[in-house]
């Protein structure tokens, strides 16, 4: 008889059966990716997370009576930061073309505050929420980035109530108009340049909205899309608010 130390254990069914499980959600996830790609999945979760939080700003307006403001920026990490700030009707008056933006969009968008005692004092706009956009570079490469709107990749013209959304960015030409590009000015049709290109969005407190940057009256147009090679030639996903319904739309 062998002894027992010399007697070797296999694989029991429960164990291969184990392993086959595991491979098979590795490889399911693999395909996943392969098929929809990270970067298609980094642009609409963004598109969907900014669409959220134009909704979060209209119900605070309606809910408190006081103007609420989206601030949609690029610094030079090229991320996208989006600020909801709340703003009551107060001096003094701003330049929405020329927001310095060096200190944040809380104290651009500064306001004069009446103390319990009769003075006033300037006190920065209250922040309700922030979110941030991926880049696309380091650790974010592979992630989002914007199409111009005057690509012909663009379907146009866009249904009710959006058609007399401009896509168009008057002040941005990329060097080329179907590939993506990392800049805002490019992807949003009411954005205005400067150190830190941005946009602001008004909500009004009867649920209708502003476009305050820009110029444009009858509402504004994100476009988002992978920055990958491999996934380039993918339609971008447009987010689209009408002006002055409010009314807001993912293309």
Not at 116 to 139: F, I
């Amino acid at each position: 008889m062998l002894p027992h130390s010399s007697l070797r254990r296999g694989f029991t069914l429960i164990e291969l059966m184990s392993a086959v499980v595991i491979l098979t959600v590795l490889a399911t996830l693999a395909l996943t990716v392969r098929v929809y790609g990270l970067g298609r999945a980094r642009v609409n979760n963004a598109v969907f997370d900014v669409a959220a939080l134009f909704s979060t700003a209209q119900l605070q307006a309606l809910r408190s009576g006081v103007p609420h403001y989206l601030v949609l920026q690029q610094p030079a990490d090229g991320r996208v930061r989006i600020t909801l700030l709340e703003r009551p009707d107060a001096q003094p008056a701003i330049a929405w073309d020329a927001l310095d933006l060096s200190q944040g969009p809380e104290a651009a968008l500064a306001f004069q505050r009446t103390r319990p005692d009769g003075t006033s004092e300037l006190s920065p706009a209250t922040v309700r929420d922030r979110l941030t956009l991926g880049g696309s570079a380091g650790m974010d490469a592979g992630g989002l980035a914007f199409l111009d709107l005057d690509s012909p990749r663009l379907r146009r013209p866009l249904p009710p109530p959006f058609h007399t959304t401009p896509l168009t960015t008057p002040s941005f030409t990329p060097v080329d108009l179907h590939l993506p590009t990392r800049e805002l000015l490019g992807g949003c049709s009411f954005c205005v340049g400067g150190a830190q290109p941005y946009g602001v969005i008004r909500f009004n407190p009867d649920g209708t909205v502003r476009l305050e940057t820009g110029g444009v009256e009858t509402g504004g147009t994100l476009a988002l899309m992978p920055n990958t090679p491999e996934e380039s030639r993918f339609a971008p996903r447009l987010l689209t608010i009408a002006a002055p319904a409010g009314a807001v739309r993912v293309f």
